[in-house]
C-alpha cells in the first residue's frame, strides 16, 4: 500500500552509481525460497556496513532465492532525528552523508547479488527511520524539494517499495507466499508495534496469517497451526547492523540511543525455503559471522 508522499521528487546529493544492475524478469508466480534482511541501518560513520551488504549480496546470487524482502530502515537518516535536535549528539550529521551511505550499501549489496545469473524479485518496506523524511517535510514544508525519498534511490535498487500507510508501516503481501511483511505490525488501534518476550506468537494470535517484522532487532520465530490444519509462522527477523568490534571489544557500529540493547540484537539473515504458498517454510538463520565463514 502506498501512502501519499509530500511532493516534488528531486535527485539529491547521492554519488551516481556507475554499473547497470542486472533487470527484472517475468518469472512464474510460485516461489519457492525468500531471504529476509532485517533492519541494515547503514550510516555514514558505521564502519563495517559495507561488509555486511557484500556478505548478504555473495548469499543472494549463492542461494538464488525467488525473491528478497527487506525489512526497511536501510537509512538511519540520523541527521532527521528529532530526539537528537540540538543535542551534542546531532553534530556533524548531514542529510547528504546520510543518503550516501544508504546509496553505497544498496550498491553492495547488488553489485554481489547480481553475481549469479539467477535474478530474484527485491521487495523492499520503508521503515520507521526512512520515514522522518516524511516526517520532516510534514514538519517544514519549506523543504519541500529540498528533501526527497527519491535520494534514497529505492526505485533503483527494489522492484517493489512498500511505503508507510498514514502513520504506520505498509504492510505488504509477498506474492504466491501467504506470507505479509511489514517493518512493523501494530495492535488494532494501538498504533505501537509488536513488541514483548513472546512477539512472535503474538504477531500468529494478531494477524492469523504467516507473517514477518523486524524493526526491534531481537530474534524471534513461532509456528501456530489453523484449526483447518494450516500451520502459520511469525518471524521476527533482527538486524544487520555490522557485529564487528574493536580492540576493547566495543561494536563499531554501537547504536548510543539503545545502550545495553545494543548486545541483545540478533544480526543475521533469514532464509525461507520450499515456501508452500500458504504460509509455510522451512527456515534457517544465518548470523553474520557465519555468512563471514562462508565467504572467507
Ligand atoms: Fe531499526
Redesign the pocket.
Known sequence: MKSKKLKPKKQGATRATTKPLRPMVKRANKPESLVVI??P?SEPDHKGNLEVAELIGKFVAQANPSLVWC???LA?MNSLSSYDKGKNASVGRSYGADCIAAVAWQDRFRHFADQSGHRPTYYLNE???EHRIHTALDLDNTLVGALSYSDLQFDRYWDEVCWYSGATPGVLTLPGTGIIAA?FFTQGNYLRAVSGLHTASTMNRLNMVSSIQ????LYDHKIARRADGQFIQALVAG?N?SDKRDREGKLLAYHSWAGAANESWWRGICYLTNLDGKGGYDLSCIRLSSLRKMFA
Do not use: E, L
Open positions: 532485517g533492519d541501518h525489512a526497511g530502515d538511519t521503515g520507521n527511520h517493518h523486524a524493526h526491534s532487532h538486524c547492523i
